[in-house]
């Protein structure tokens, strides 16, 4: 999961959006997100922007220290989504797979981590090792980027406008492949992939995790394992 987050957050530093009055010229409109995949979109992305006059440089340097981290995140074709909040000493990710029956919810808080099957409400809990706080350290994770000389490094990058589903948006192409779709609220709102047509669409992605995330539900029954092994 820490190679998940790290490569969304790379990725991210690889996109741009276009500032300035009118945006770039609109190549193409397509009915949904799956449409915008399996088109020429990548070859359409011909004019070039600076990655230091981005917004998403500013919004990566509001992530620059973050103490949290929330990423809501689906794949366009239904096949996974996942919910996931950090915050010191703390991790909850939600993961959904709609083909199955099986939805599972990993929290780990006050040192111990629970794994929770949310079709039945139940799980159990266990102590949480220090291994398992590491695994997840979001201070490690976010320090892995050192965004100004990310920015420093990145070449200038392809963009173009299209409309999807009548929207405009802009749709940048990273230099490490992979394109990125921003709304006109400088949002980032999907990562398409060059070579599989794979989109995966971003809900939220911020430096606010919402406190109810690391929370058990209490009509929810849940094992010690601790105690059953004893």
């Known amino acids: ?3 998940i987050i790290s490569a969304l957050a790379a990725a991210v530093v690889c996109g741009t959006l276009l500032t300035g009055c009118g945006g770039p010229k609109i190549v193409g409109e397509y009915d949904d997100l799956t449409a915008l995949a399996e088109s020429d979109v990548f070859d359409l992305a011909e004019e ?3 990655a230091k006059k981005s917004n998403t440089y500013n919004f990566l340097k509001t992530l620059d220290g973050a103490e949290e981290l929330y990423l809501d995140v689906e794949a366009e074709d239904g096949s996974m989504s996942m919910v996931m909040g950090m915050a010191a000493d703390k991790i909850a990710m939600k993961m959904k797979e709609p083909g199955s029956d099986t939805n599972m919810t990993i929290i780990i808080t006050d040192n111990v ?3 929770l099957d949310d079709a039945t409400k139940t ?4 102590e949480a090792d220090e291994s398992m ?5 979001l ?9 100004d000389e990310e920015i420093d490094d990145a070449e200038d990058v392809m963009v173009c406008g299209v409309k999807v589903d009548g929207e405009v948006y802009t749709f940048e192409v990273a230099e490490t492949g992979g394109g990125f779709l921003y709304d006109s609220k400088d949002k980032l709102c999907a990562i398409v992939a060059e070579d599989d047509d794979t989109v995966l669409k971003i809900n939220e992605f911020n430096a606010d995790a919402p406190d109810d995330i690391f929370e058990v539900p209490s009509d929810y029954e849940v094992i010690d394992m601790g105690s059953l092994l004893g």
């Open 48 to 50: 070039t922007v600076s």
């Open 113 to 115: 981590m629970y794994m």
């Open 139 to 147: 201070e490690e994770i976010l320090g892995e980027l050192n965004i």
């Open 1 to 3: 999961m820490k190679k």
């Open 133 to 137: 706080l590491e695994e997840y350290n």
């Open 123 to 126: 799980g159990y809990s266990m």
